[in-house]
């Protein structure tokens, strides 16, 4: 069993930045792949970014694609999401999702684990 918590979310004018943490219990994290959904109001959850359980690969959703960087300390069981130049189009309830040594990573019915997500709000 993995407990996944989110963190970081909040309030922000478009163009700032916001860094999203994700802490994973268990002793197994690195072997998870993890990743980054959102979910705005009246629409389907999305996928957003993931990182492979290696370590090595990542990737993004064309819309979040050289504003967002995911990376993992596997040392503190934690995964970030940088996010910079938010727009207003970036608000959503983002989560984070664990697949055990998962390769289909935008896929969010493939994760094993997810969190209870965190609330950001981009104002125009």
């Known amino acids: 069993q993995v407990q996944l918590v989110e963190s970081g979310g909040g309030l922000v004018q478009a163009g700032g930045s916001l860094r999203l943490s994700c802490a994973a219990s268990g002793r197994t994290f690195s072997s998870y792949s993890m990743g980054w959904f959102r979910q705005a109001p009246g629409k389907e959850r999305e996928f957003v970014a993931a990182?492979?359980?290696?370590?090595?690969?990542?990737y993004y959703a064309d819309s979040v694609k050289g504003r967002f960087t995911i990376s993992r300390d596997n040392s503190k069981n934690t995964v970030y999401l940088q996010m910079n130049s938010l727009t207003p189009e970036d608000t959503a309830v983002y989560y984070c999702a664990a697949d055990l040594f998962g390769t289909f990573l935008s896929r969010p019915d493939k994760y094993d684990y997810w969190g209870q997500g965190t609330q950001v709000t981009v104002s125009s």
């Open positions: 990182i492979l359980w290696t370590g090595g690969s990542t």
